[in-house]
């Protein structure tokens, strides 16, 4: 027995050494879970990514744009901010963001609490100051009482309401899709075209910028290597970061995680399905024509990117009261 035991042990190393190496030659990796370290800080910041108080009309949150039912993001071309203006640019998905090099299209803030700053004082987006935010907090004793347990103090300053916001979205993180469970040892979880489809989009090229765990937001890439991309968007990706013209067009590399839910396409917003997003992508970026069998196999292997969804108790927000400033209508 005692023979039996130290072989079969000897044997599962043996196959999880094999497997780890196959994982470690592979250019995606599997996303693991997250581990929260400050359970209170996460629900005060899942609460103020619900809040619509945070906005100057009191109507927008940070899930209207990142709307955790479809995908972390709004499935329109750009959002629509206060007063029904239209954005410039497509809203890129929340899910799986703290595994980006930086945030936004033209990674202008350098972590998710940098960039949890940037719509509330944004006059497109939520249109608020970093001041009137703070006023709304700090009037409701519920949301003190809350600081007070994620900070040890009840003061409420825009720092904090940032960090908490990026706490949370650092667990909005998607496990356990097929692919994973693919590369983790399970070869019945993908079907044979899926496999094509993924040996397709290594060969072709399409690893070289979209890989790691996120498949995808590791690097700056330009968009239009070899043929320019026809828009008319005035978006300059980093350009208008940097000041370099060697910038323009070059933007953040999307994550392919959930790409399935994450319609529509690109920084413009203007491409719906991901058939036609694989074929503009082969040509402009690999000068290459995909034909529709092969189009359909890599679209086949990116919907096994979808993984399992966050899923938590909706928060119920603290009530305003007397004091609590009112929100501007539009």
């Given at each position: 027995m ?9 044997l ?24 929260v370290?400050?359970?209170e ?14 906005s100057k ?10 709307n955790?039912?479809?995908g ?7 959002s ?11 809203a ?10 930086a ?5 202008r803030?350098?972590?998710?609490k ?6 509330i004082?944004?006059?497109?987006e939520?249109a ?11 009037s409701i ?17 825009i ?30 979880a ?5 496999q094509?489809g ?7 090229g399409?690893?070289g910028?979209?890989?790691g765990?996120?498949?995808?937001g ?8 070899y043929?320019p ?9 980093r ?5 370099k ?15 399935e ?5 690109f ?30 196999s ?10 399992e969804?966050?899923s938590f108790k909706l ?13 501007t209508?539009?």
């Open positions: 005692k023979i039996y035991v130290l072989f079969t042990s000897l599962a190393i043996g196959t999880l050494a094999i497997s780890n190496n196959v994982i470690a030659n592979e250019p995606i990796q599997p996303i693991k879970a997250v581990e370290k400050n359970a800080l996460v629900e005060l910041g899942k609460m103020l990514f619900f809040d619509p108080r945070l009309s009191g109507f927008i949150s940070c899930n209207s744009c990142h955790l039912s479809m972390g993001t709004d499935n329109i071309s750009t629509i901010g206060h007063a029904w203006q239209q954005g410039p640019i497509n890129p998905t929340v899910l799986n963001a703290g595994m980006n090099l945030q936004f299209w033209d990674g803030a350098k972590d998710l940098e960039q949890a700053g940037g719509p004082a944004n006059p497109g939520m608020s100051t970093h001041k009137a935010a703070v006023e709304v907090l700090q004793p519920q949301y003190r009482s809350y600081f007070q347990k994620a900070f040890g103090s009840d003061q409420v300053d720092d904090r309401v940032t960090t908490a916001i990026a706490a949370f979205e650092e667990t909005l993180v998607t496990p356990g899709s097929r692919f994973d469970k693919w590369l983790e040892g399970d070869k019945k993908l079907n044979q075209q899926e094509e993924y040996e397709l989009f290594k060969s072709s399409c690893s910028c979209h890989n765990p996120a498949v995808g590791a690097l700056y890439q330009k968009f239009g290597v043929h991309y026809k828009t008319t968007s005035k978006i300059e990706g350009k208008a970061v940097t000041g013209d060697t910038d323009l067009n070059v933007f953040k590399v999307p994550t392919l995680r959930n790409i839910l994450t319609y529509p396409y920084h413009d917003g203007a491409v719906t399905t991901l058939e036609e997003a694989v074929k503009i992508m082969g040509k402009l970026q690999l000068d290459r024509d995909f034909d529709k069998k092969e189009i359909d890599i679209v086949a292997f990116l919907k096994t990117l979808t993984g969804q966050p928060p119920i927000l603290p009530p305003s009261n007397n004091s609590t400033p009112k929100p209508p539009f």
